[in-house]
């Protein structure tokens, strides 16, 4: 099973994207993460990388017609060497306790502080306060995401959020991981966003920390901010390159009356019903995928739903970010009558001294009782969870 770092940029293309700078004279560098079989990170557009010292350029993040002074050097926020006690510089923790990990889904909200913070944020921003009713998360995006006030998003609290409900205190290892938290506030009209939270679990904050606020602390080694749809747009292009699946999905609509032949370069520009609308997926063969992968993303991201500390938790939690083989196993099932149902997770009973989980995906029949069920092994012993083998069918264990 290989892995690839494909990350989709907004056009619906893939490019590796990597951040540099320096910090007390080491380069700082960091690659996308890898993923398996095809699909690698959740389907978020590239930034540009992050500016040397001196460079005199602005961060990725914000309008680019906007002048932004340069943002302090790539280097660490909370040093690598921490003791991951939340990154509070503060070695409190006992060192022989293993690591708690987090692998989370949810959304990023900043807050305030404190009053001077607050304060301060209104006079870069540049609006009578008296005339403020609310500040939302697109405007601190607009603030923040300009060069010069880099230093507030320093300053401010990043609060992690599943469900409408506060869970962690989010601190930024490195200042990438908190240019990556400033855009995770990027407005996203008219479309559900998500964020995904990697990092190392610390103490309770104290109340001074977050304005009162008394949340767990995560020490983020990586965070990503990605639309649904995008998501969605990278299975589609993804799945578009396995010529023997787009002949089965051919083969099924044919059997329907549909339009299953791929089309040809001559396609006119402006499509008529059947012409090619993704990598050379006809109109009813993108539609059959997207409806399939959007099928299990919305059971998936309801099993999301949780704080992404415990190992069953992360498993699923990377399945559905990682996983491309997920979604072609779904497409492949719903051209059988079957769709996906549930997902579960229990501890291998191989494991050893590793933490392995085995997830289970449960399949039910659109016309009959029957079921299916299918797994795969998600290595979660470290920070970053794995596939330890393809998808294969289930059986009960005696």
């Avoid at 340069?70 to 660490?76: E, V």
């Avoid at 919305?298 to 939690?317: F, K, P």
């Amino acid at each position: 099973m290989t892995e690839n770092a494909l990350i989709p940029e907004p056009d619906g293309s893939s490019a590796a994207a990597v951040a540099t700078g320096t910090a007390g004279g080491a380069t700082v560098v960091q690659a996308p993460p890898a993923g398996p079989a095809g699909l690698a990170g959740p389907a978020i557009a590239v930034q540009a990388p992050l500016a040397p010292p001196g460079a005199g350029q602005a961060p990725p993040i914000g309008p680019t017609e906007v002048p932004r002074a340069p943002i302090p050097p790539a280097g660490a926020i909370v040093p690598a060497s921490d003791c991951a006690c939340g990154g509070t510089g503060e070695c409190t923790c006992d060192t022989a306790a293993p690591p708690a990990y987090v692998y989370a889904i949810g959304t990023v909200t900043a807050r305030f502080p404190s009053l001077n913070i607050e304060k301060e944020f209104m006079q870069a921003w540049g609006k009578n306060p008296e005339q403020v009713l609310q500040i939302s998360d697109a405007d601190k995006f607009a603030v923040l995401s300009q060069g010069q006030n880099f230093y507030l998003a320093r300053e401010m609290c990043w609060v992690f959020q599943s469900g409408d409900i506060d869970l962690y205190i989010l601190r930024p290892r490195s200042y990438i991981e908190l240019t990556d938290l400033v855009n995770a506030l990027s407005p996203t009209p008219n479309q559900v966003s998500f964020a995904l939270v990697i990092g190392t679990l610390g103490p309770i904050a104290p109340p001074s920390l977050c304005n009162g606020a008394q949340l767990p602390i995560v020490t983020c080694s990586q965070v990503f901010s990605f639309t649904g749809q995008a998501f969605i747009n990278s299975i589609t292009n993804e799945v578009a390159k396995d010529s023997a699946l787009i002949a089965m999905i051919s083969q099924h609509l044919s059997a329907q009356g549909g339009t299953g032949t791929p089309a040809t370069p001559t396609t006119p520009a402006a499509p008529a019903p059947g012409a090619a609308t993704t990598a050379g997926l006809t109109q009813q063969q993108q539609a059959l995928v997207t409806s399939a992968a959007s099928n299990a993303f919305g059971v998936l991201t309801l099993l999301s739903d949780n704080t992404g500390q415990t190992d069953e938790h992360r498993a699923i939690n990377y399945l559905t970010f990682k996983s491309l083989a997920l979604y072609t196993q779904e497409i492949q099932m719903e051209l059988n009558g079957f769709t996906l149902n549930s997902v579960s997770a229990q501890p291998d009973p191989l494991s050893g001294t590793r933490h392995i989980q085995d997830v289970i995906l449960l399949y039910a029949s659109t016309s009959t009782t029957q079921v299916q069920r299918y797994f795969t092994r998600i290595d979660v012993s470290g920070q970053f969870p794995f596939m330890v083998n393809d998808l294969a069918i289930y059986y009960d264990h005696p």
